[in-house]
């Protein structure tokens, strides 16, 4: 069997024997349990260098993703326990130094790098990760300045979170009992450095800031590598100082220094001593805000006394004439009330007279009294009414008599009773006139003064 120990990566191995293979046909299976075997037995540990393609994250934690270059491609995994060690996120299109061992995926037929470490080609993994949360934190807006909160003017409870064996929380603790010694300060003993540190900082920010009446949180440590400030570097922390209650101020390493901490922050001290300095620069400030509204408080009340005083003066010069000026007063609403008096008088005595008018009217428009003109008028007219009825009936009756006599007069029916007679055709819708107008054994009608006649024609004389 070939052995293939510790060859770097791209140089051929030298094939001391070549496996016995058996007579009989290999199944699949088989075969692929013996490449599997021998890719394992025959690699050490290899470094591979390329470009990160088809990048896969699985549920389960496990990294799945394809190296290549510009000749071919190796299929790649991470699995959990290595991943969550890693110190950036991998994305496609990276250049990436995979070290790992070299195995066959049997239920494919692949082969594979099984990668224990990963890191950037060209660029640390510190680096990178710091870039890669710096635009995410950026996009999300935790950068933003109007999302930044001032500083409280006069805080009654200063929280610390550092670490209580460090040196940055006595430069702290110098400054403000210097500057600001009545100042009530409440430290959260949190690792700063180190496996764990990032998550002692946010579980200690979290806890100070529920602590009733912290107004500003200082969150920070010394200087160091870059290795010693990333705990300061961390998402979580990154969020939980956005999700602070109260403005914090990030206090970490020196002025050269800059951490994800450091952006997130309301503000960002250039160290420890100077975020100490930030806090009770408010109090100074205030203590001149009042030392100066106190003189010119002070200022404003003299003046006041002083024209109080100018007024009272005055009034005293005023109180001299006081007796001459009451009798005048005096007459004066003598007078006015004569001249009220007067008015009242006239006043009532005209509306005395329009009462007067307004009655008068009134009594011309009595109810009762119109009521009885107009029924009194009323028996008058129907009074002539009746009469002159009366006198029409009477000649309406004469001239229809008269009419009456005239019209029996001129009747057909009073010309029968003197004895004549009407002579009409059998169907009595024509007279008959003339006797040459009938022929004989023509059936007529003779209409007489109290009947009528029907007649057969036997001859015309």
């Not at 290795?227 to 914090?248: G, T």
């Not at 007078?335 to 007067?356: C, H, I, K, N, S």
């Not at 428009?365 to 028996?379: E, F």
């Amino acid at each position: 069997m070939a052995e293939w120990q510790g060859l770097p990566f791209g140089d051929e191995p030298e094939v001391e024997s070549v496996p016995v293979l058996p007579a009989g046909p290999l199944s699949v299976g088989d075969l692929t349990a013996r490449l599997k075997t021998m890719v394992e037995t025959g690699f050490g540990r290899v470094d591979v260098e390329g470009q990160v393609s088809s990048f896969r994250p699985h549920s389960s934690g496990h990294l799945y993703f394809t190296l290549k270059d510009e000749r071919s491609q190796l299929r790649a995994v991470m699995f959990r326990s290595e991943a969550r060690r890693m110190t950036f996120r991998l994305e496609d299109g990276q250049h990436v130094v995979a070290r790992g061992r070299i195995s066959v995926y049997e239920l494919r037929g692949e082969y594979q790098i099984i990668c224990d470490r990963l890191e950037p080609h060209g660029l640390g993994a510190l680096q990178l990760a710091f870039d890669q949360l710096k635009r995410r934190l950026a996009t999300e807006g935790l950068f933003d300045a109007d999302r930044k909160r001032p500083l409280p003017t006069l805080p009654r409870k200063i929280g610390i979170v550092t670490s209580q064996s460090g040196a940055a929380l006595q430069d702290v603790l110098r400054v403000l009992i210097a500057r600001y010694p009545s100042a009530h300060v409440i430290v959260r003993d949190a690792r700063v450095q180190g496996d764990g540190a990032a998550e002692d900082l946010t579980r200690g920010l979290r806890a100070i800031t529920q602590v009733p009446g912290v107004d500003v949180v200082i969150i920070g440590r010394g200087g160091g590598s870059a290795e010693d400030l990333w705990a300061f570097n961390d998402e979580s922390l990154a969020r939980a100082i956005a999700a602070s209650p109260v403005p914090v101020i990030s206090a970490v390493g020196h002025e050269v220094d800059f951490t994800i901490a450091d952006f997130v922050a309301d503000l960002r001290a250039a160290t420890p001593s100077n975020a100490a300095e930030l806090v009770v620069e408010r109090a100074d400030t205030f203590r001149h805000r009042i030392d100066r509204a106190t003189e010119r408080l002070t200022a404003a009340t003299r003046h006041a006394v002083d024209r109080r005083h100018q007024r009272v003066l005055k009034a005293a010069a005023r109180l001299k004439t006081y007796p001459t000026r009451v009798v005048l007063r005096q007459r004066d609403c003598q007078e006015f009330v004569w001249r009220m008096r007067q008015a009242l008088l006239d006043r009532t005595a005209r509306a005395g007279q329009r009462f007067e008018r307004l009655r008068r009217r009134l009594e011309a428009r009595d109810v009762r009294r119109v009521t009885a003109d107009w029924q009194l008028r009323l028996a008058r007219m129907d009074h002539r009414l009746r009469d002159t009825i009366s006198v029409r009936t009477q000649r309406a009756d004469g001239r229809s008599r008269e009419l009456a006599a005239r019209l029996h007069a001129l009747s057909p029916l009073a010309v029968l009773g003197r004895g004549y007679a009407v002579c009409w055709d059998e169907t009595r819708t024509s007279i008959i006139r003339s006797a040459s107008s009938v022929a004989p054994g023509a059936g007529v009608r003779v209409t007489v003064a109290d009947g009528e006649l029907h007649c057969e024609v036997k001859g015309r004389a």
